[in-house]
């Protein structure tokens, strides 16, 4: 407002406003009228001055209503979603696409590769008293060489009894979900006994061993974190990694330099895109016991790379729980790293503690979270209360026998190894003596399976850039026999030499996931048989004579 | 047709009810979101992040948490209750007590007796499992380990699991069937298998981004909704799919063994042809007081799934003796033990759900789903009654299941009754005096109220 003295041509409107706003009830008629048809007039003179001060400040504000004008009624019929979307169809071209369209047969047919498969599935009828079986077809007892019942627990009589007692008083199924009267004391026993053993704060218990460590990935990984796992890991981990809509990426089996390359890499990317790391939750995944190779992971490295770049260590402990360490606890006992500073740690129950489920064990808000997040515990029937039974009984009776059972397990698997060695056309796999052994179709002469080697010694190149052509006149091996089909065949010899040493009565089984080409790593097709404390002297010199006699048939 | 005479019209929430539970919403977040403030300037709080390291990136986000935190953690004593009994229509229900920590439960052993409407036993095989089926598991309990530790494709398949499958297949009247160790898994394992990038799970117009006609599409329904306790349209699923050519996947966890005559399921229950289903998919947990899940299909489709889903290659295998519960259980259901139990079972099912649902009604409850459904939903709607529903029924004695978001949408809290054929018509009736008791008082009765 201008300050020059003179009367202000709005003063008489700012008097009006004045008087109607203190409720004066003299205002008359006439100043109404008088105000209402010198209104225009007022309108203009404060337009005016407006314009006169502040051109700009007019001329923007002009520019804004002419702008919200055509975006009320102008813009209204241009609609961008119009614009792009389908033209409608008429009923009959609808009709006619229907008519016209097949769709693809619920299931492709089935590949030879598959087919094989399908077909070599065996039927068990029972299982004797001596842990042999038999096997439909087969007139002789199966020598069992593929269960991971590795400290042969469930052949202990106080598990029977166990299951017994427990049958009688829960009967069989758990009837709903541990969130709706599923859960059964036995469940809590069982969650308390493992996280005392195991030495950390809590553990949580799933009905399915692999459904475990696949619920708990996505339960701490969501879409934008960023998984490391390492390439050979199993189907359950990358089913895992899957469901989390996670970044993954994969290392070199068991090659911490290739880790280290890879973790460098994206600390480098952090600096360079100007990233904050600490918005995005990262963890490295790996396995105690390779289930696709053998061998064991380097935890003591990996720990290393965690403290140095701050990611997080899933550890899936499945077949080196009740396997590695001074009392069965697994590889972080092996390696004497405190039970919690791995931040997951997970295993099934369905190997050493021969029952079914999985347990994660850990801290208090990692266990927690899965009990709200954990998909496979929130949505599924919680396990039968007699298997868990069976498992608070199965953890009793290797706590009780550990040292015993550990030696018996390292003496068999040692004196098996060393015999393998010999079967003419194959090889093993890793150089790590554990009580699962993988064997390939040897290809290379050169390849040493030295014990002592920690590296595992894979028959593939290193590089992941140049594949080794398959040659047919491979060199021959140490024991004079020729591999001359190409490598392409190879899962076919493996199929039928599993099948002869179940006719022969020794029951190996040909590893699925790299026969169906579903691992991420360069892996071979393998026969894999597992090492078992209830083998005799004689029971392994029959596993040897049979595959010896089966590769010697098939591996011309 | 028959069909229709299940559906019914749903109970509507009025809005003076729908304004209360907004109010009661806001009013619970406004607390937690005020906990959270005094917790972060005071530093007192008993879910200070003790999983953060220096350096590392914080594992749980304060704002992803904070619904377990302030809304959940407040009322987690209606979920998770422990029993020390057998699941069946009276169960021993355990006390909790709160932990050291201040936000988890710990059970002591002592126990309170509960009319069980909570646990999936829609059969009783819960209660006369002694009768009905211990003989026969037993005797198979020396021919087998507790596990096999391996999975079917290795050396874990038993002469259980084919007599098993072929009983599926027979009682389904499908070629073939295919058994998994864990419900969950059937699903996750065969989907995946069946359905490559390029196919659609329900129906659109063609690819998103460039229109390509979609390879094939599968059309995923349910059985018996377990939230709403709706039974599937099947036979109009049915007609429209075979006019647009698509495949049908009907999961029964809840309606096999529970729904038709003879406890085939929602096909038997609806009328439809079990032919004109592609995949039929359920679980024995519920009606058969098993573990596990099964897939009945075409020969073709289960000789494919052999060698193709991760649950029979890489998992462990169904354990033998919860296969010899099944393959009983379905002997019993279908008469072939030589008794009428299995039929007096589905008959009393039956019974005791439209008799249980005609009395919630009664009583002035929103009640939701369909007639000879043993599942009955009742509409709770408001968070605080959600926990004083739960509990109110415990201290009278009746173990219900309550739920809320995110299970179902944040209006829609409910409490579901799952009816057994193992409850007496006395407990039946005790149950629904305890309810109504626990209506009066929290006023659930929202037939005839108006306000929340």
Not at chain 1, 252 to 272: G, S, T, Y
Request: proline share 4%.
């Amino acid at each position: 407002m201008s300050t020059d003295t003179a009367a202000h041509p709005l003063l008489p409107l700012l008097e009006f406003i004045l008087q109607v706003v203190h409720g004066a009830r003299n205002i008359t008629w006439d100043q109404v009228v008088d105000v209402a048809t010198h209104a225009p007039q007022y309108y203009s003179i404060w337009w005016n001055n407006l314009f006169k001060e502040s051109p700009q400040h007019v001329l923007i504000e002009t520019s804004l209503i002419i702008f919200i004008v055509w975006l009320l009624f102008v813009r209204k019929t241009v609609d961008p979603k119009k614009s792009t979307a389908p033209e409608k169809l008429s009923n009959k071209e609808i009709d006619w696409l229907i008519d016209t369209w097949a769709p693809e047969p619920l299931v492709p047919p089935i590949s030879e590769k598959e087919a094989a498969v399908a077909d070599s599935m065996i039927i068990i009828d029972r299982v004797k008293p001596d842990g042999t079986l038999a096997v439909k077809g087969v007139k002789e007892s199966v020598i069992n060489a593929a269960s991971f019942d590795f400290l042969s627990i469930s052949r202990d009589p106080t598990i029977q009894d166990a299951v017994t007692g427990a049958l009688d008083h829960y009967g069989v199924g758990s009837c709903g979900p541990r969130g709706f009267y599923g859960t059964i004391d036995q469940h809590l026993i069982l969650e308390h006994d493992v996280a005392e053993f195991m030495g950390t704060q809590e553990s949580i218990c799933y009905s399915d061993g692999a459904s475990t460590i696949a619920s708990a990935i996505p339960a701490f990984a969501k879409k934008g974190d960023l998984l490391l796992v390492d390439e050979a890991c199993a189907e359950p981990i990358m089913t895992g990694a899957n469901l989390s809509r996670s970044t993954v990426r994969y290392f070199r089996h068991n090659d911490m330099a290739d880790l280290r390359r890879l973790l460098q890499a994206i600390a480098d990317e952090d600096v360079k895109l100007k990233r904050d790391s600490l918005q995005q939750r990262r963890f490295i995944i790996v396995e105690g016991i390779y289930r696709n190779v053998g061998d064991i992971c380097p935890l003591d490295k990996v720990m290393e790379l965690r403290k140095e770049f701050c990611y997080r260590v899933i550890l899936d402990e499945s077949l080196s729980f009740g396997v590695l360490g001074a009392t069965g606890r697994g590889l972080t006992e092996h390696f004497n790293i405190p039970p919690m500073e791995v931040d997951v740690v997970t295993f099934t129950l369905d190997t050493v503690l021969s029952s079914v489920g999985g347990i994660c064990v850990g801290t208090h808000e990692i266990v927690d979270h899965q009990r709200l997040s954990g998909a496979g515990y929130c949505f599924s029937a919680s396990s039968a209360p007699y298997l868990c039974a069976a498992a608070i009984q199965a953890l009793k009776v290797m706590r009780s026998n550990y040292s015993l059972l550990q030696q018996r397990l390292q003496e068999n698997v040692h004196h098996l190894r060393s015999e393998l060695a010999t079967v003419p056309g194959m090889m093993l796999v890793s150089a790590d003596a554990t009580p699962v052994i993988h064997l390939a179709i040897r290809r290379d002469a050169t390849t040493t399976t030295s014990s002592t080697a920690t590296s595992p010694v894979t028959p593939v190149t290193p590089s992941r850039t140049t594949r080794r052509t398959s040659r047919l006149s491979a060199p021959a091996n140490a024991n004079g026999v020729m591999v001359t089909t190409a490598p392409e065949e190879d899962w076919r010899l493996l199929v039928d030499i599993a099948s002869e040493c179940v006719a022969r009565g020794v029951a190996v089984v040909t590893n699925k996931f790299t026969l169906l080409n579903k691992s991420v790593a360069d892996l071979p097709p393998t026969i894999m048989l597992t090492v078992t404390t209830s083998y005799t002297e004689q029971d392994m010199a029959k596993i040897v004579k049979v595959l010896t006699q089966a590769a010697k048939l098939y591996i011309r | 047709m028959g069909e229709n005479k299940h559906f019914h019209e749903e109970p509507e929430m009025t809005w003076g009810v729908a304004f209360f539970v907004y109010i009661s919403y806001a009013a619970v977040i406004m607390a937690g979101h005020i906990r959270d403030f005094f917790a972060n300037i005071t530093g007192f709080s008993r879910y200070k992040d003790k999983t953060h390291k220096p350096g590392f990136a914080s594992l749980f986000h304060s704002w992803e948490s904070f619904y377990t935190r302030r809304l959940f953690h407040r009322i987690q004593d209606c979920w998770g209750r422990p029993i020390s009994s057998s699941p069946g229509a009276l169960i021993h229900v355990l006390t909790r007590n709160v932990a050291e920590n201040g936000y988890t439960l710990k059970a002591i052993p002592e126990a309170t007796e509960c009319i069980n409407l909570g646990s999936y036993n829609y059969l009783g095989f819960g209660d006369d499992w002694k009768t009905s089926c211990k003989a026969e598991v037993m005797k198979e309990l020396g021919n087998f380990p507790v596990s096999m530790c391996s999975s079917r494709m290795d050396v874990g398949n038993l002469r259980l699991h084919e007599e098993l499958e072929e009983l599926v297949a027979n009682f389904l009247n499908k070629e073939a069937a295919l058994v998994y160790g864990m419900g969950y898994d059937t699903n996750t394992a065969t989907i995946p298998a069946l359905m490559g990038s390029e196919s659609l799970i329900a129906i659109v117009r063609g690819q998103p981004k460039h229109h390509r006609p979609w390879k094939k599409i599968l059309v995923m329904v349910e059985g018996i909704y377990s939230m709403e306790g709706d039974i599937c349209r099947l036979p109009e699923i049915v007609r429209v799919c075979k006019k647009y050519k698509c495949y049908i996947y009907v999961d029964e966890a809840h309606s096999i063994g529970a729904l038709g005559k003879t406890g085939r399921g929602v096909c038997e229950h609806t009328g439809v042809d079990t032919k004109d289903i592609d995949i039929l998919m359920g679980t024995f947990t519920k009606s058969f007081s098993g573990m596990g899940g099964y897939i009945a299909a075409s020969a073709e489709v289960i000789r494919f799934l052999k060698a193709n889903a991760s649950g029979v290659l890489y998992h462990n295998a169904m354990a033998p003796t919860i296969c010899q519960q099944v393959i009983t259980a379905f002997k019993v259901i279908m008469g072939l033990d030589g008794t009428g139990v299995g039929a007096a079972k589905l008959n009393a099912l039956r019974e005791n759900s439209n008799f249980f649902r005609s009395e919630m009604k009664r009583i002035g409850l929103h009640v939701v789903g369909d007639d000879d459904s043993p599942i009955v939903p009742v509409m709770i709607y408001a968070p605080g009654k959600i926990c004083a529903f739960s509990r109110e029924c415990l201290a009278r004695g009746l173990a219900v299941v309550v739920v809320g978001f995110p299970a179902v949408s944040i209006l829609t809290a409910r409490s579901r009754f799952c009816v057994s054929a193992g409850h007496t018509r006395e407990q039946i009736v005790q149950a629904v005096k305890i309810i109504e008791e626990v209506a009066e008082r929290i006023n659930l009765r929202y037939e005839h109220i108006f306000l929340g």
